[in-house]
């Protein structure tokens, strides 16, 4: 079992940044794929970047060069940190983890979910 808890999501001005972190629980996390989604009023959930067990990376072509994936595995942790960040960024960001250590861009290929955190981006 794996307890994941996200934080530092908040309000900012559209072309500043964030940084979200994860913490998770349990000793499997260094062999598990990790992910960032995110769920904006009235929409689906949405892949937005993921990192597999070996540290290779993936994004969604609206965040590509503005946000970066990464993990520390000694601290069984998770970030994402978000520069320019825009208004249309506006969303509950979920991070997800799964039970392999290959990345997946679909929500149903996660075992593992945050609470969410919420990001606000004003224009």
């Known amino acids: 079992q794996v307890q994941l808890v996200e934080s530092g999501g908040g309000l900012v001005q559209a072309g500043g940044s964030l940084r979200l972190s994860c913490a998770a629980s349990g000793r499997t996390f260094r062999w598990s794929a990790m992910g960032w989604f995110r769920q904006g009023p009235g929409e689906e959930r949405e892949f937005v970047t993921a990192?597999?067990?070996?540290?290779?990376?993936y994004y969604a072509d609206s965040v590509r060069g503005r946000f970066t994936i990464s993990r520390d595995n000694a601290k069984n942790t998770m970030y994402l940190q978000m520069n320019s960040l825009k208004p249309e960024d506006t969303a509950v960001y979920y991070c997800a983890a799964r039970g392999a250590g290959t990345s997946a861009t679909s929500a149903k290929s996660y075992d593992y979910w945050g609470q969410g955190t919420q990001v606000t981006v004003s224009s």
């Open positions: 990192i597999s067990a070996g540290g290779s990376t």
